[in-house]
């Protein structure tokens, strides 16, 4: 079975920095995409930023130049540098990816979150 687990989550002051972690587990034969999405309190469940296979990558605006996504493809991990952090992007965050599993299934898969809180 495949799993997404993360890590990294945290208090920090606003202008702070964190770097979130997202390891996929179980039998893999690839990964697509890779990327992160956030749910703050009261909203709907929004894209952050993701990476494909090839190294492309892509952000939502309110993020851009502050939020860094790469990807370490042998160990199945990614990774978001998030710097210069807002309380607006006080948020649960996810881990998404989509990889091909045997026998070449394409699944859609989750991370249970963890909680980034940008307070002073």
């Known amino acids: 079975q495949v799993q997404l687990v993360e890590s990294g989550g945290g208090l920090v002051q606003p202008g702070g920095s964190l770097r979130l972690s997202c390891a996929a587990s179980?039998?893999?034969?690839?990964?697509?995409?890779m990327g992160w999405y956030r749910q703050a309190p009261g909203k709907e469940r929004e894209f952050v930023a993701l990476i494909t296979s090839a190294g492309t990558t892509n952000y939502v605006p309110s993020v851009k130049g502050r939020f860094t996504i790469s990807r370490d493809g042998a160990k199945n991990t990614v990774f978001l540098q998030m710097n210069s952090l807002k309380p607006e992007d006080t948020a649960v965050y996810y881990c998404h990816a989509t990889p091909c599993v045997p026998p070449l299934q394409s699944l859609d898969i989750w991370g249970r979150g963890t909680l980034v809180t940008v307070a002073s």
């Open positions: 179980g039998s893999i034969f690839s990964i697509n995409t």
